[in-house]
């Protein structure tokens, strides 16, 4: 980094938690099956998958549990999930090899720089944000992943006609995140405000977790014009 530069805002902290040891050697052995590693330069995902499908972007998938269960449903798609923490990669890669999901491919690095230098623009029919980190205090704010300058960047890897689906339990960002999207010129609701949640989006121990305790789950689906 040059004199003068400032270092990134970065929506997600390497927090230290347990990776188990069928969590490490998931990722010791299956990431370099399942795995692209990351290259600044465009990668060419027919050439990833082996074929031309229709493809799905999950940012941030967690433990990985609704990807898996998505990819698993639907075999004539292809999934990539990107996602920083070591624990949720190593029980993805466990869930993908358990069902034999040769439909799914797994990037483990800042997503902002994956978009930005991997991946072409009009590339996927659908991107999923499903519970990003909703950094509740005031100060940190500035580190929601949910910033007009990254959902101009992510609907532009959308294909026309493809979709945007995000969701959160915090009503707070519910709120942001649909000024910001409205107010993306390339993207357009697909409803009247927020969405019910659709049958095909899988509930997650996280979301259900939430709904015990009360929260409200906000749903946003919106199409790349």
């Not at 639907?74 to 358990?98: C, M, Q, S, W, Y």
Request: charged share 25%; aromatic share 8%; net charge positive.
């Amino acid at each position: 980094m040059t004199e003068g530069q400032h270092r990134p805002i970065r929506s997600f902290v390497l927090r230290v938690s347990r990776t188990s040891n069928a969590q490490r050697r998931a990722v010791d052995e299956l990431l370099p099956r399942y795995g692209i590693a990351f290259d600044p330069h465009p990668v060419d995902l027919d050439a990833v998958y082996g074929r031309r499908a229709p493809r799905v972007l999950e940012i941030g998938f967690g433990m990985g549990e609704a990807l898996a269960e998505l990819a698993r449903a639907h075999p004539e798609r292809d999934f990539l999930g990107i996602e920083v923490h070591t624990p949720g990669v190593g029980n993805l890669l466990k869930l993908v090899d358990a069902n034999g999901l040769s439909n799914v491919r797994v990037i483990s690095h800042d997503a902002v720089e994956v978009l930005t230098h991997m991946i072409p623009p009009d590339s996927f029919d659908g991107v999923h944000v499903f519970f990003p980190d909703p950094w509740p205090k005031k100060r940190h704010h500035k580190r929601r992943l949910i910033q007009p300058a990254f959902v101009h960047l992510l609907a532009s890897r959308i294909r026309p006609g493809g979709y945007l689906h995000l969701a959160t339990d915090w009503v707070e960002y519910a709120a942001q995140m649909l000024h910001v999207l409205n107010a993306e010129p390339s993207l357009v609701n697909a409803v009247d405000g927020y969405a019910a949640r659709p049958e095909s989006r899988p509930l997650t121990k996280f979301e259900t977790r939430g709904i015990r305790l009360g929260h409200e789950v906000r749903d946003l689906l919106f199409r790349r014009q």
